[in-house]
Nanobody, 131 residues
């Protein structure tokens, strides 16, 4: 099994930037794809981004929700077993608790934004954007 811990959330002004981290332990990170989801107050949780690599780790694919394309960037450091989400040009609408979640790579074909396929979740980190 894999355990995930998010960090990096903070209070930031609109237009600012943050970098969120998702640190994994307990399992080989290479076996998983990792997604970021967020949940704003009174709203349903929604997918934000996901990163996946092939079995040889030679090809990496990143996915982004329309609301964050061009502003957020996902990356990974397999040596550190950490996935990052760079949040740029933050808007008030980005205020939410951000969660990372892991899924066995071969299950990602079922739907990258399908929450039910993600088996392991972190505790979440709060991002608040002030205006």
């Amino acid at each position: 099994e894999v355990q995930l811990v998010e960090s990096g959330g903070a209070l930031v002004q609109a237009g600012g930037s943050l970098r969120l981290s998702c640190a994994a332990s307990g399992a080989t990170f290479d076996d998983y794809a990792v997604g970021w989801f967020r949940q704003a107050p009174g709203k349903a949780r929604e997918g934000v981004s996901c990163i996946n690599s092939n079995d040889q780790s030679t090809v990496t694919t990143a996915y982004y929700a329309d609301a964050v394309k061009g502003r957020f960037a996902i990356s990974s450091d397999n040596t550190k077993q950490t996935v990052y989400l760079q949040l740029n040009s933050l808007k008030a609408e980005d205020t939410a608790v951000y969660y990372c979640a892991a899924v066995q790579k071969r299950r990602l074909r079922l739907g990258v934004w399908l929450e039910s396929i993600y088996d392991h979740w972190g505790q979440g980190t709060q991002v608040t954007v002030s205006t």
